[in-house]
């Protein structure tokens, strides 16, 4: 078979593939028709759900900026007139930015940012002397998925604990966190906790454990230079 035939049978074949696919559009317009409606449909769907999630991921990211930015306000100096954005107190600024954090994880509670929110609306209630409330939020950002945000979490209501009389929970808190540490809370951080908390309860030989351990695991760090200070102060 030569060349100019094997061609003109290819031509032939793609002509009646074409007329076949044409045909059984033709017979199932009203499939088709539909199935396109829906396939647009489900493109718009994501993309204004891609829209709508970046559109509220920003607003969260400005709203919890504005709140950090009242928590670390500077407060007034002795002789110092009032001047916007500068508090009086320490509890005066704690109470403003709560209710913003409050706000912020009320609203965006679903988002990283609303979870951040809960965290720092824990560490505000603390402040404000509202323990409950403090418990509560910080309990928020412990069961957080992400996990530097869990760390933080357990950290910081492992050290609620230990101030509220509940060492027993103050331990193990610190110990989850030694145990699976994240950037945010070094395993070291928990453990030189761990041990300051055994020391202010005269369990002294249970933190002389935790300093050496730490001292020999962490030799030429930050962490194993202040568990050796440690040490070197308790003997």
Request: glycine content about 8%.
């Amino acid at each position: 078979m030569d060349s100019q035939t094997r061609h003109a049978l290819k031509q032939d074949k793609f002509v009646q593939a074409t007329k076949g696919g044409v045909s059984w559009v033709e017979d199932n317009r009203s499939s088709v028709i539909r199935l396109s409606v829906i396939g647009v449909l489900i493109l718009a769907v994501i993309i204004g759900g891609a829209i709508f999630y970046s559109n509220r991921t920003h607003a969260a990211e400005n709203a919890l900026g504005a709140a950090l930015d009242v928590y670390s306000a500077p407060l007034l100096q002795p002789g110092q007139p009032a001047e916007a954005g500068i508090y009086a107190t320490a509890a005066e600024r704690a109470k403003a930015a709560n209710a913003q954090f409050v706000q912020v994880a009320s609203q965006y509670g679903w988002l990283p940012e609303g979870g951040k929110a809960h965290y720092f609306a824990g560490l505000t209630y603390q402040d404000l002397g509202q323990t409950a409330s403090a418990e509560a939020e910080l309990k928020k950002a412990a069961d957080s998925y992400n996990s530097d945000l869990s760390t933080l979490g357990k950290f910081a209501l492992a050290g609620f604990y230990h101030q509220t009389g509940r060492d027993s929970q103050a331990i193990d808190l610190y110990n989850q966190v030694a145990a699976k540490p994240s950037a945010a809370v070094p395993a070291y951080t928990a453990q030189l906790a761990l041990a300051n908390l055994y020391a202010t309860t005269g369990k002294t030989e249970q933190a002389k454990q935790i300093w050496a351990k730490v001292k020999d695991a962490d030799k030429t760090g930050s962490a194993g230079s202040i568990a050796a200070e440690k040490l070197t102060a308790k003997n």
